[in-house]
């Protein structure tokens, strides 16, 4: 449909850029979409099976725990298996951070203040810089150092700015500069005014991320506040919605999360009513149902499902294609914006599908032909030509 209105340009904090296996993280690059397995990270297959499942929900990055030799042994198969960047999560042990990069981790998460001596965080980045590792700070408000702490009294934006840029320092001193910082809290004022407070500090790309955010429901409302927040103050380079939930579903959470914001577009969007007494057709289960049958569709598009004639032509406006609710068991399907044609109720979910993957199958067919006649075509041979 059509372009963004100015209210709704987000200006997107500068930073610089590193990559994270095959994906960019940072400058102009899209905001990408992690998360973390949850199964034992030695059992390659079920850890490779979850990360699958991620990778239909789309996701970019996947975070790994390494805490003991038999993960890191685990990984050089894990990686093999999966089409995504792997981060390996590295606590105290020196020598995982170095098994893992070998393995072929594409980051490995840690806090160089708990790797251990200078010499210990030495062989790490030299193992980082020998595998072509990023490395991505990840300072936590439940595991500030003791200094900062006793400093402070209490974890608070100034400890977890300080505790992050005094890494960076540690970093930089060894001349390495591919990582990421993240100041993560449970409490979201907290992390969303340490992200703030980083990101004026420094040009280092972030990863933002509300921790321990809770449940399905409770996290991804947390989530939502949180990450939107610095999200529509243009602050975030890559993020995780973390739910006690299966990891795809913290991908999913974070899609529409970037998709409210036009920071990213994947797949159906669709705009919905609560419905009411009005409703032409069950609003609810429809828009569970085609949820559903249309979350095979990686191509952007927008569909409203509005139940009566309220507020459903206006939606139409602003959408691909849309549905509203009518009389005598037909609702009316626009194209547009525009009234095109009705529909039984008995057969709208199937029309509906249809006409979604004809259309998404057109735009693909379009963007084939244009990347096609984009390709530079050889010169003739002029030669054999006379």
Same mark, same amino acid.
């Given at each position: 449909?059509?372009?963004?209105?100015?209210?709704?340009?987000?200006?997107?904090?500068?930073?610089?850029?590193?990559?994270?296996?095959?994906?960019?993280?940072?400058?102009?690059?899209?905001?990408?979409?992690?998360?973390?397995?949850?199964?034992?990270?030695?059992?390659?297959?079920?850890?490779?099976?979850?990360?699958?499942?991620?990778?239909?929900?789309?996701?970019?990055?996947?975070?790994?725990?390494?805490?003991?030799?038999?993960?890191?042994?685990?990984?050089?198969?894990?990686?093999?298996?999966?089409?995504?960047?792997?981060?390996?999560?590295?606590?105290?042990?020196?020598?995982?951070?170095?098994?893992?990069? #070998?393995?072929?981790?594409?980051?490995?998460?840690?806090?160089?203040?708990?790797?251990?001596?200078?010499?210990?965080?030495?062989?790490?980045?030299?193992?980082? #810089?020998?595998?072509?590792?990023?490395?991505?700070?990840?300072?936590?408000?439940?595991?500030?150092?003791?200094?900062?702490?006793?400093?402070?009294?209490?974890?608070?934006?100034?400890?977890?700015?300080?505790?992050?840029?005094?890494?960076?320092?540690?970093?930089?001193?060894?001349?390495?500069?591919?990582?990421?910082?993240?100041?993560?809290?449970?409490?979201?004022?907290?992390?969303?005014?340490?992200?703030?407070?980083?990101?004026?500090?420094?040009?280092?790309?972030?990863?933002?991320?509300?921790?321990?955010?809770?449940?399905?429901?409770?996290?991804?409302?947390?989530?939502?506040?949180?990450?939107?927040?610095?999200?529509?103050?243009?602050?975030?380079?890559?993020?995780?919605?973390?739910?006690?939930?299966?990891?795809?579903?913290?991908?999913?959470?974070?899609?529409?999360?970037?998709?409210?914001?036009?920071?990213?577009?994947?797949?159906?969007?669709?705009?919905?009513?609560?419905?009411?007494?009005?409703?032409?057709?069950?609003?609810?289960?429809?828009?569970?149902?085609?949820?559903?049958?249309?979350?095979?569709? #990686?191509?952007?598009?927008?569909?409203?499902?509005?139940?009566?004639?309220?507020?459903?032509?206006?939606?139409?406006?602003?959408?691909?294609?849309?549905?509203?609710?009518?009389?005598?068991?037909?609702?009316?399907?626009?194209?547009?914006?525009?009234?095109?044609?009705?529909?039984?109720?008995?057969?709208?979910?199937?029309?509906?599908?249809?006409?979604?993957?004809?259309?998404?199958?057109?735009?693909?067919?379009?963007?084939? #032909?244009?990347?096609?006649?984009?390709?530079?075509?050889?010169?003739?041979?002029?030669?054999?030509?006379?």
């Amino acid at each position: 449909m059509s372009g963004y209105r100015p209210y709704q340009h987000i200006e997107r904090r500068k930073s610089r850029q590193i990559h994270v296996g095959k994906v960019a993280v940072g400058g102009d690059a899209p905001i990408s979409v992690q998360t973390m397995t949850n199964t034992l990270t030695s059992d390659a297959q079920a850890t490779i099976a979850q990360i699958r499942r991620a990778e239909l929900a789309g996701v970019d990055i996947v975070r790994v725990s390494c805490p003991d030799e038999e993960s890191t042994a685990a990984l050089h198969e894990i990686v093999q298996e999966v089409n995504v960047p792997i981060v390996a999560d590295i606590h105290f042990h020196y020598k995982r951070a170095i098994e893992a990069a #070998k393995a072929g981790a594409a980051c490995l998460r840690i806090n160089p203040g708990n790797i251990g001596s200078a010499e210990r965080v030495r062989e790490v980045v030299n193992a980082a #810089k020998d595998h072509n590792c990023s490395i991505r700070i990840g300072v936590n408000a439940g595991s500030l150092e003791k200094h900062l702490l006793e400093k402070y009294g209490e974890p608070n934006p100034d400890a977890l700015v300080e505790s992050a840029l005094e890494h960076a320092k540690i970093l930089e001193d060894h001349d390495f500069h591919e990582f990421k910082i993240s100041v993560k809290a449970s409490d979201v004022f907290l992390a969303v005014a340490a992200y703030q407070q980083l990101a004026d500090a420094c040009d280092h790309p972030l990863h933002i991320g509300i921790t321990e955010a809770g449940s399905r429901r409770a996290g991804t409302v947390k989530s939502s506040i949180g990450l939107g927040n610095l999200l529509w103050a243009g602050v975030g380079d890559t993020m995780r919605v973390s739910l006690s939930a299966e990891p795809e579903e913290e991908v999913l959470v974070g899609w529409d999360i970037l998709k409210s914001l036009g920071l990213r577009h994947r797949g159906v969007k669709i705009i919905s009513c609560p419905s009411c007494a009005r409703q032409g057709f069950n609003v609810i289960q429809t828009v569970q149902t085609l949820e559903d049958r249309l979350a095979h569709i #990686k191509t952007p598009l927008t569909l409203s499902i509005i139940g009566c004639v309220v507020n459903g032509p206006g939606e139409a406006l602003m959408t691909d294609l849309g549905v509203t609710g009518g009389g005598s068991g037909r609702h009316m399907v626009y194209s547009a914006g525009k009234q095109d044609h009705t529909v039984p109720a008995d057969s709208m979910i199937e029309h509906i599908v249809s006409l979604v993957e004809d259309r998404v199958s057109k735009i693909e067919a379009e963007e084939a #032909k244009e990347k096609a006649e984009g390709v530079e075509l050889p010169l003739p041979d002029l030669a054999s030509a006379k």
